[in-house]
């Protein structure tokens, strides 16, 4: 199982909670001088708290992008190998690949691509479009000058 992003908003929660909680604390009661310090100290400490829920927030955020581009499917409106990309061959209800013998029921070309994006190509004119291990393949052959980017090695930069 994995972290989710609502799981994080939770923590964010508390951690502001807490935060308000100290205050209203701290302002309860008027405090002799000598006890000023330590009543300082609790307010810095809300601060911090404070600064933890954005911070959580912000990583609540940062992960349901990710993850949203994670599980975004291909959708271009034909299929392919996954592996081996425009590969397949159709004949009565079963679409097999050429090349690792893969097969599929009904016509896998016909149908837009179910895979998951793995990959960012950019052609030269800076459009940008997202697709599946099985599409790119296709692509590199047929794209001249467009960069490709593995999706995860983009996902890891800062
Ligand atoms: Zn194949
Ligand atoms: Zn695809």
């Known amino acids: 199982m994995s972290i989710s992003p609502q799981q994080l908003r939770d923590l964010a929660a508390r951690a502001e909670a807490l935060a308000t909680e ?4 701290c302002d309860s009661a008027p405090a002799a001088a000598a ?10 400490a809300a601060g911090w708290l404070d600064r933890g829920g954005e911070d959580l927030q912000r990583a609540a955020g940062d992960l349901a992008r ?3 581009l994670l599980e975004r499917r291909c959708g271009i409106p034909w299929g392919v190998c996954p592996e081996h990309g425009n590969t397949l061959s159709y004949s009565v209800n079963v679409t097999t ?7 599929w029921e009904r016509d896998r070309r016909g149908q837009p691509c179910q895979e998951r994006v793995t990959w960012k190509v950019t052609d030269r004119a800076g459009t940008v479009t997202t697709m599946c291990d099985g599409h ?3 692509a590199r052959a047929t794209t001249q000058g467009a960069t490709f980017t593995r999706l995860d090695a983009e996902l890891s930069q800062p």
């Open 136 to 138: 790119v393949l296709g």
């Open 97 to 103: 690949c050429r090349v690792c013998g893969r097969t």
């Open 22 to 25: 100290v205050r209203a604390l």
């Open 66 to 68: 990710i993850r949203s």
């Open 35 to 44: 006890e000023r310090d330590p009543l300082q100290a609790a307010r810095h």
